[in-house]
């Protein structure tokens, strides 16, 4: 069984950062990807940047260079730092790991305002 709880998160005036992590534990040699996806009020949930086994990484279009997703393999944690947040960046982040099944966290607010 995989584990995952995230951290860090909350509120931030546009153009500000937000940092969030990820703690993943349990049965973790199975898993070959890491990711982090968000859900927005109203619309699915989305992902927005993965990191695979070999160290491939992948962000959707929208991030436009403003996200680093970065994995730390001693201490089985996915961070995810988030520069020049936008309000249409305002969402439910979730992490997860995939391990031929989706295991997701519980999901952690970030709420950018004026």
């Known amino acids: 069984q995989v584990h995952v709880v995230e951290s860090g998160g909350g509120f931030v005036q546009p153009g500000g950062s937000l940092s969030l992590s990820c703690a993943v534990s349990g049965t973790t040699d199975g898993i070959y990807l890491w990711g982090w996806w968000r859900q927005a009020p109203g619309k699915q949930r989305t992902i927005v940047a993965h990191?695979?086994?070999?160290?491939?990484?992948t962000y959707a279009d929208f991030v436009q260079g403003r996200f680093i997703i970065s994995r730390d393999k001693a201490k089985n944690t996915v961070d995810l730092q988030m520069n020049s947040l936008e309000v249409e960046d305002t969402a439910v982040y979730y992490c997860?790991?995939?391990?031929?099944?989706?295991?997701w966290g519980q999901g952690i607010q970030v709420t950018v305002s004026s």
């Open positions: 990191i695979r086994r070999d160290d491939a990484i």
């Open positions: 997860g790991a995939v391990d031929g099944r989706f295991n």
